[in-house]
């Protein structure tokens, strides 16, 4: 039902040109959106939705092309992970842990809703693993939407989602959260 | 990797999972910063979309002539004209209400043809 009403909305702005229903939907989807790039760029609020934003951007521009093939969240996280791929490549963002740790902005402009903790267990990840380990924890998607999502085959998502939380636990571990 | 592990990775990410980021303004910048023009629709879009009209036109012709769908219906037209005279529905005046069907297909038809696209 909420896939049917999605593709409702979906139509109505790629035939009408309605602004209202996509409207709607970036009022349904802006949460799990900016969540994701806030995972992403580990708690950076104003880039998060600086790429949110461009997230919706191409959605609008490009609804369209939805096929309805997968559902609209499915197709709006692949957007907003390309989004993120291509800001990446354009600012050179490294995997480098202390790069990652020391680029960091300070709690005061961070969303004080979620923990810091995360932030800095997911800054020990390399990106693709972080996009699986966010995508499954945080946005409980599949094992295959996931895929679907990265472009990557299955059992290479399972293996990033396999290190992924190898590396999260050492690190948990560390820092006495097996108490 | 032990359930340990993964119990702990899971108490850590649950409350992550569970908030919800106040809108506090965005969507109305995401509207605001939206292009005015889409991409159109693409042609192979169009055909496909006719194509699926066109077939489930005939697979409703074909059906309709399977099960006497014409007899059917000319039968209840027949009936409903003959008898339209004996009903006594003071309150409900005709006029009007085909009026304003001849309205609404006419803008329905009319937005149709402005848009210049199929529905999808």
């Given at each position: 039902?909420?896939?049917?009403?999605?593709?409702?909305?979906?139509?109505?702005?790629?035939?009408?040109?309605?602004?209202?229903?996509?409207?709607?939907?970036?009022?349904?989807?802006?949460?799990?959106?900016?969540?994701?790039?806030?995972?992403?760029?580990?708690?950076?609020?104003?880039?998060?939705?600086?790429?949110?934003?461009?997230?919706?951007?191409?959605?609008?521009?490009?609804?369209?092309?939805?096929?309805?093939?997968?559902?609209?969240?499915?197709?709006?996280?692949?957007?907003?992970?390309?989004?993120?791929?291509?800001?990446?490549?354009?600012?050179?963002?490294?995997?480098?842990?202390?790069?990652?740790?020391?680029?960091?902005?300070?709690?005061?402009?961070?969303?004080?809703?979620?923990?810091?903790?995360?932030?800095?267990?997911?800054?020990?990840?390399?990106?693709v693993e972080?996009?699986c380990?966010?995508?499954?924890?945080?946005?409980?998607?599949?094992?295959?939407?996931?895929?679907?999502?990265?472009?990557?085959?299955?059992?290479?998502v399972?293996s990033h989602l396999?290190r992924g939380?190898?590396?999260?636990?050492?690190?948990?571990?560390?820092?006495?959260?097996?108490? | 990797?032990?359930?340990?592990?993964?119990?702990?990775?899971?108490?850590?990410?649950?409350?992550?999972?569970?908030?919800?980021?106040?809108?506090?303004?965005?969507?109305?910048?995401?509207?605001?910063?939206?292009?005015?023009?889409?991409?159109?629709?693409?042609?192979?879009?169009?055909?496909?979309?006719?194509?699926?009209?066109?077939?489930?036109?005939?697979?409703?012709?074909?059906?309709?002539?399977?099960?006497?769908?014409?007899?059917?219906?000319?039968?209840?037209?027949?009936?409903?004209?003959?008898?339209?005279?004996?009903?006594?529905?003071?309150?409900?005046?005709?006029?009007?209400?085909?009026?304003?069907?001849?309205?609404?297909?006419?803008?329905?038809?009319?937005?149709?043809?402005?848009?210049?696209?199929?529905?999808?």
């Open positions: 039902m909420d896939k049917l009403n999605d593709i409702t909305l979906v139509t109505q702005v790629a035939v009408l040109h309605d602004k209202r229903a996509f409207d709607r939907l970036v009022r349904k989807y802006q949460s799990p959106v900016r969540r994701f790039f806030l995972s992403h760029t580990l708690g950076n609020v104003q880039l998060s939705d600086d790429l949110a934003q461009d997230t919706f951007v191409k959605a609008y521009v490009n609804i369209t092309k939805f096929r309805g093939l997968s559902s609209f969240q499915t197709w709006l996280f692949r957007i907003a992970y390309n989004v993120f791929y291509d800001y990446t490549r354009t600012h050179h963002v490294s995997d480098d842990i202390d790069t990652a740790v020391a680029t960091r902005p300070d709690t005061a402009s961070t969303d004080s809703n979620l923990k810091m903790d995360i932030y800095d267990a997911l800054a020990r990840l390399k990106t972080r996009s380990i966010t995508l499954q924890l945080i946005d409980g998607q599949p094992i295959d939407k996931i895929a679907e999502i990265t472009g990557m085959p299955l059992n290479t399972k396999s939380k190898e590396k999260l636990a050492t690190y948990l571990k560390n820092n006495g959260y097996d108490r | 990797m032990t359930d340990n592990d993964n119990i702990i990775i899971e108490q850590l990410f649950s409350e992550a999972r569970k908030t919800e980021i106040e809108d506090n303004g965005f969507s109305h910048r995401v509207m605001r910063s939206l292009p005015d023009t889409i991409a159109p629709i693409s042609r192979h879009t169009i055909i496909i979309s006719r194509l699926w009209t066109f077939f489930c036109v005939a697979i409703g012709l074909a059906f309709s002539f399977a099960f006497h769908f014409w007899e059917l219906a000319a039968t209840y037209i027949e009936v409903f004209v003959r008898t339209l005279p004996t009903y006594d529905t003071p309150g409900i005046c005709y006029a009007p209400m085909t009026i304003v069907m001849v309205v609404a297909s006419a803008f329905g038809i009319y937005k149709w043809v402005d848009t210049g696209r199929m529905p999808v």
